[in-house]
């Protein structure tokens, strides 16, 4: 430790240097780069009988249209105020009601969507239309015309998760309307998925993005793959059976921004201690159980939603069969050569 003349003359040189825009690196190197990683992301759980009567309490303060996005968004506690659920991700419950139109824009930030409740809505991107299941996950890419309606008698909710807080990061943040409420319809329901999910690809095809080009993974074809995977594959310790949605183009993640899961957790699993650098959000889709998160421990259900911070050690426990969806940034960090994981609790 310096002694009081030293530090006094050390006060004076930084007073010295602030207004021409420095500072000193040392007194705040130890905060910069951290041992581990150090998160302002808290654990979280949203219990969706909770939140569901001001979800549909929305619906009466403001029309989709007027709103342009009806959506309560899930902010951590960690960060209040900053609508985000994660440092880099962004997520909330988007409410259309029966005969709403959300009118079609466009936005350089990717979203997915994943049903929760109701069945009929749509989504349209690009020209194409996707009814929406529980269960099913969505696609919209990054600079795509997309909108969304509700021709169904019923109300439609899903999971927006955005890429907004890392896209804010690098100052790249645009966004058009079309002018119109819907855009036209070009191509007919499940073409995506007809023309390049099928194992095979239309000869000459040349990817225009990054992103898959099927953007509505419907959930009856993940349940049936999870069913397959449980009669034939072993279950890892931490994470049950773990499917991971992907480009069919190249296998990578079908969203360059966001990785997105879908998991099978068995009736009476208990998983080991699990941690990552990817700060996780899950929506359960079936089932009970419990998720312990450092030394907190949160029971969920089906439709609640819950947040893991960055290198937290938590762990799975299934009452009963359980499915989950999950999304984080893990694609960039790969790419960066960042993510690592560890089991266990060395």
Not at 52 to 61: E, F, K, Q, V, W
Not at 63 to 82: D, Q, S, Y
Not at 203 to 225: C, I, L, Q, W
Request: glycine content about 8%; proline content about 8%.
């Amino acid at each position: 430790m310096p002694d009081q003349a030293q530090q006094q003359r050390r006060e004076g040189f930084y007073d010295e240097i602030r207004p021409l825009n420095m500072a000193p690196l040392w007194e705040v190197l130890h905060d910069l780069i951290t041992k581990e990683p150090k998160s302002r992301v808290r654990p979280a759980l949203w219990r969706y009988d909770e939140i569901r009567p001001h979800i549909m309490a929305s619906g009466d303060l403001i029309t989709a249209k007027e709103a342009e996005r009806r959506v309560l968004i899930l902010e951590n506690p960690g960060m209040p105020g900053e609508a985000k659920i994660t440092t880099s991700l962004y997520a909330g419950l988007q409410l259309i009601l029966p005969g709403e139109v959300a009118p079609a824009h466009r936005h350089t930030q990717s979203a997915l969507r994943f049903v929760v409740e109701g069945n009929g809505a749509y989504t349209a991107v690009d020209g194409e239309k996707a009814l929406m299941q529980p269960g099913d996950f969505v696609i919209t890419p990054s600079w795509t015309w997309h909108d969304h309606g509700n021709d169904s008698a019923e109300p439609m909710v899903w999971l927006d998760g955005l890429d907004i807080p890392m896209i804010t990061m690098f100052d790249a943040s645009f966004v058009e309307k079309w002018g119109e409420d819907r855009q036209p319809i070009a191509r007919p329901v499940g073409d995506s998925l007809a023309r390049y999910g099928q194992g095979m690809l239309p000869d000459g095809y040349t990817a225009p993005t990054h992103t898959s080009p099927v953007f509505s993974y419907p959930y009856s074809r993940t349940r049936d793959a999870l069913e397959t995977m449980r009669r034939t594959e072993e279950w890892d310790p931490a994470q049950g059976l773990k499917l991971r949605y992907v480009n069919p183009v190249n296998g990578d993640h079908a969203i360059p921004t966001m990785a997105t899961f879908m998991q099978l957790l068995p009736k009476g699993f208990a998983g080991v201690p699990y941690r990552a650098t990817d700060a996780m959000v899950f929506s359960v889709v079936e089932g009970m159980g419990t998720v312990t998160i450092a030394d907190e421990t949160f029971s969920f259900g089906p439709r609640d939603h819950f947040v893991v911070p960055s290198w937290a050690r938590y762990s799975l426990n299934a009452d009963t069969d359980a499915v989950l969806f999950s999304f984080s940034d893990r694609p960039v960090q790969e790419k960066l050569d960042l993510w690592r994981e560890q089991r266990g609790n060395g």
